[in-house]
């Protein structure tokens, strides 16, 4: 889970990169570094524990840091969400940048196709609010990223991100 935490650091940092709107790039960069330290204290945690086996209190604090590396990269990818909406700048050659702009693309047509169906549904009010009764719940990039399939071929079990792999490559 740490090394998957990289992953996601490294998505937000090319995001924050390439994001039009100073405020979102600057939340989309703090919401990285939040979980950079986050990522590495669990692995700091998860190393302690290894060596020096089972307690109730290294599972506490090891689920303490697992739960608060999934709030991190929630963050993320709400700041990713912001910055998609305000807009990207064209992706570099780099194949990762490029990557991460085509996921993010994909996310944003899924969001604007299902803002036009929630345009064309009659399930609104007097006043033309749509009733949250029957509203389906916007797709969101956690969404995306949990329907694409693992790549099982060629990912090693412990991937590092600094050895060449892609910030898409780990089904998060």
């Given at each position: 889970m740490?090394?998957d935490?990289?992953?996601?650091?490294?998505?937000?940092n090319i995001?924050?990169?390439h994001?039009l709107?100073?405020?979102?790039?600057?939340?989309?960069l703090?919401?990285?570094?939040?979980?950079?330290?986050?990522?590495s204290?669990?692995?700091?945690?998860?190393?302690?524990?290894?060596?020096t086996?089972?307690?109730?209190?290294s599972s506490?604090?090891?689920l303490?840091n697992v739960?608060?590396?999934?709030?991190?990269?929630?963050?993320?990818?709400?700041?990713?969400?912001?910055?998609?909406?305000k807009?990207?700048?064209q992706?570099?050659?780099?194949?990762?940048?490029?990557?991460?702009?085509a996921?993010?693309?994909?996310?944003?047509k899924?969001?604007?196709?299902?803002?036009?169906k929630?345009?064309?549904?009659s399930?609104?009010?007097?006043l033309?609010?749509?009733?949250?009764?029957?509203?389906?719940?916007?797709?969101?990039?956690m969404?995306?990223?949990?329907?694409?399939?693992?790549?099982?071929?060629?990912i090693p079990?412990h991937?590092s991100?600094?050895k060449?792999?892609?910030?898409?490559?780990?089904?998060?």
């Open positions: 740490a090394s935490g990289q992953v996601v650091v490294k998505f937000g995001l924050a990169k994001c709107d100073r405020r979102c790039s600057v939340e989309l703090r919401a990285a570094e939040h979980t950079q330290s986050v990522s204290q669990l692995g700091i945690v998860a190393r302690v524990k290894a060596v086996g089972e307690s109730k209190a506490e604090l090891l303490s739960q608060n590396l999934i709030r991190a990269v929630q963050h993320v990818l709400r700041a990713a969400e912001a910055a998609c909406v807009g990207l700048g992706a570099s050659a780099d194949p990762e940048e490029q990557e991460v702009a996921f993010c693309q994909q996310w944003r899924n969001l604007t196709q299902h803002r036009a929630e345009a064309l549904n399930d609104r009010d007097e033309g609010l749509r009733k949250t009764r029957r509203a389906k719940a916007e797709p969101t990039l969404s995306l990223v949990q329907e694409q399939p693992p790549r099982s071929r060629n079990k991937p991100p600094r060449g792999h892609t910030v898409m490559d780990r089904h998060l």
